[in-house]
Nanobody
Framework: VQLVESGGGLVQAGGSLRLSCTAS????????MGWFRQAPGKEREFVAAINWGGGSGVYADSVKGRFTVSRDNAKNTMYLQMNNLSPEDTAVYYCVADWHIAPDRIPDGYWGQGTQVTVSS
C-alpha cells in the first residue's frame, strides 16, 4: 500500500482545510486509517483514526469537535476536514494505514510522505 497526502497549505487562524490521503493497491478497505501530525521539535502525535468500515472515528482531545475524519473506500481515499484551525495545529500531517490504529502508540503500518499545514495568527 502506498499513501499520498494532499490538501495542506497556509491558512489563517479560524480557517479550514481538507486533507486527502489516497492509497494505491486493492486492499485499502481492509485497513484502519489514521492521521498523525508532527510539529517542529515535537514528537509525532495522534490526530484521528477511522476503522475499515468507516463510522464516526476516534479523535485526539485537542481536535475533537473541530476535525472530522472520513473515508471513501470506492475511491481509496481518506479525508480530514479541519475547521476552526489555530496556530497550534501547525504541523506536518501524515496518514497511515494499519490493521489497528490506537491513539496511544505510533503504528508500524504504511505511512505517507506528509503534507504541511501552517496556520497563521
Amino acid at each position: 500500500v502506498q499513501l499520498v497526502e494532499s490538501g495542506g497549505g497556509l491558512v489563517q487562524a479560524g480557517g479550514s482545510l481538507r486533507l486527502s490521503c489516497t492509497a494505491s493497491g486493492p486492499t485499502f478497505s481492509n485497513y484502519a486509517m489514521g492521521w498523525f501530525r508532527q510539529a517542529p521539535g515535537k514528537e509525532r502525535e495522534f490526530v484521528a483514526a477511522i476503522n475499515w468500515g468507516g463510522g464516526s472515528g476516534v479523535y485526539a482531545d485537542s481536535v475533537k469537535g473541530r476535525f472530522t475524519v472520513s473515508r471513501d473506500n470506492a475511491k481509496n481515499t481518506m479525508y480530514l476536514q479541519m475547521n476552526n484551525l489555530s496556530p497550534e495545529d501547525t504541523a506536518v500531517y501524515y496518514c497511515v494505514a494499519d490493521w489497528h490504529i490506537a491513539p496511544d502508540r505510533i503504528p508500524d503500518g504504511y505511512w505517507g510522505q506528509g503534507t504541511q499545514v501552517t496556520v497563521s495568527s
